[in-house]
């Protein structure tokens, strides 16, 4: 399976004025046309505002599918240019139901691996002046996710994203949304989330404390 690299997105804090005042973050970042280096934390030009919420080696890369805008460009009225979603990589294609936690990409000299959704928060919502779009994001389960570095190298806009390996346990991003925030006891669900080794140690607590309810 092949998918095209829309988009390859950088940026470092800023603080910026919203609709209900100052926000600091690296949300809004920009697209680069040349060969960027990716480490185990992130792109070369990247960082984040909140590392105790964002960053780390489980989420190095945050990719989000670039169908997606065309929802959202529908669903209000107004454009969107890459990259709106705040994320490192646009990619057409690619989908929260069909991609494994644990699924390996290799784009351009990198290989990454899928750990988890990406959480929609308040940020996108200051950013565009939108009070409903993290609920909007939820509701769709077009969250986006996120990726560790297995390999680091140069990537481009315009590489190739092509599927190294499949997770075997056949868990989806969706399937995490789908525990996250419609059915947070779905034993039989969580503990197919669990048997992933892909899957965050930080994020297993949190859902396996729900198995005792």
Do not use: W
Request: glycine share 8%.
């Amino acid at each position: 399976m092949k998918y095209k690299l829309c988009s390859l997105n950088v940026g470092r804090p800023e603080r910026y004025q919203t609709d209900k005042g100052e926000l600091e973050s690296a949300y809004r970042k920009r697209p680069v046309s040349e060969p960027t280096f990716l480490s185990k934390l992130n792109f070369q030009g990247d960082e984040q505002a909140d590392k105790k919420h964002h960053g780390g080696v489980d989420q190095a890369v945050c990719l989000y599918p670039a169908q997606h805008y065309r929802f959202f460009e529908k669903e209000y009225g107004r454009s969107f240019p890459f990259p709106s979603f705040g994320e490192n990589l646009t990619v057409e294609g690619i989908d929260e139901r069909t991609t494994n936690i644990g699924d390996v990409f290799s784009i351009g000299e990198a290989e990454l691996q899928v750990t988890k959704p990406r959480k929609p928060c308040y940020i996108i919502a200051r950013t565009h002046g939108i009070d409903d779009f993290p609920k909007q994001v939820q509701r769709t389960g077009f969250t986006g996710f996120y990726l560790r570095v297995l390999k680091e190298g140069y990537v481009k806009a315009g590489d190739d994203v092509i599927l190294k390996s499949k997770d075997s346990n056949g868990v989806t991003v969706a399937d995490v949304n789908n525990v996250k925030y419609d059915n947070p006891f779905d034993h039989d669900k969580i503990k197919r989330i669990l048997q992933v080794d892909a899957f965050p140690q930080e994020d297993r607590a949190s859902i396996e404390r729900r198995l005792s309810k």
